[in-house]
T-cell receptor
Framework: NAGVTQTPKFQVLKTGQSMTLQCAQD?????MYWYRQDPGMGLRLIYY???????DKGEVPNGYNVSRLNKREFSLRLESAAPSQTSVYFC???????????????FGEGSWLTVV | AQKVTQAQTEISVVEKEDVTLDCVYE???????LFWYKQPPSGELVFLIR??????QNEISGRYSWNFQKSTSSFNFTITASQVVDSAVYFC??????????????FGTGTRLQVFP
């Protein structure tokens, strides 16, 4: 059972470089999410996609873009990486869908990103 | 505004001790969901439990138990007879209001539990 798969697991970027984090889920979930985790701050939502074809900003969207490629895949792009974007990034998914709320969110294994 | 507070930043115990992780939440909704997740040293986030606000019965799963008290807005997590493998960061989370057709969560800042042999 793959669940939520994200790549790469580790990445070092130079300031100003761009990169895309890839995420795919095999649970036929409607909603997908990107969170970042920083020491002492828990998990904060960057962007989410309630369903295929829609994306919305979360709590900390600045410096990021997302693409919901299809129902399975949701990518996160850093256009011009900054040291403040050094973090652990988690992709996640949930059943979601029209009228949905409170379902369990399942997370990928995380991507460790360092911007130097 | 909704908020989840995990006041305990770090807890250290010796193996076989019982330990309780506190979670206090704030919400104006009458219906909501609460969650606990575990993040072991390997880094992944593992779902532990989901609880509906209408279900105030305590839950027990092996050495894990959860005490949900609406009167004090708390959803505490107890590990009985702790083991080294319980060492992890534990997150409590609250569902956002049901207005976005999705399942967004608000997370606490986590409690790091270290269990020493």
């Amino acid at each position: 059972n793959a669940g939520v798969t994200q790549t790469p697991k580790f990445q070092v970027l130079k300031t100003g470089q761009s990169m895309t984090l890839q995420c795919a889920q095999d649970m036929n979930h409607n909603s997908m999410y990107w969170y970042r985790q920083d020491p002492g701050m828990g998990l904060r939502l960057i962007y989410y996609s309630a369903s295929e074809g829609t994306t919305d900003k979360g709590e900390v969207p600045n410096g990021y873009n997302v693409s919901r490629l299809n129902k399975r895949e949701f990518s996160l792009r850093l256009e011009s990486a900054a040291p403040s974007q050094t973090s652990v990034y988690f992709c996640a998914s949930s059943e979601g869908g029209l009228g949905s709320w409170g379902n369990t969110i399942y997370f990928g294994e995380g991507s460790w990103l360092t911007v130097v | 505004a909704q908020k989840v507070t995990q006041a305990q930043t770090e807890i250290s115990v010796v193996e076989k001790e019982d330990v309780t992780l506190d979670c206090v939440y704030e919400t104006r909704d009458t219906t909501y969901y609460l969650f606990w997740y575990k993040q072991p040293p390997s880094g992944e986030l593992v779902f532990l439990i989901r609880r509906n606000s209408f279900d105030e019965q305590n839950e027990i799963s092996g050495r894990y138990s959860w005490n949900f008290q609406k009167s004090t807005s708390s959803f505490n997590f107890t590990i009985t007879a702790s083991q080294v493998v319980d060492s992890a960061v534990y997150f409590c989370a609250l569902s956002e209001p049901p207005s976005y057709n999705t399942d967004k969560l608000i997370f606490g800042t986590g409690t790091r539990l270290q269990v020493f042999p």
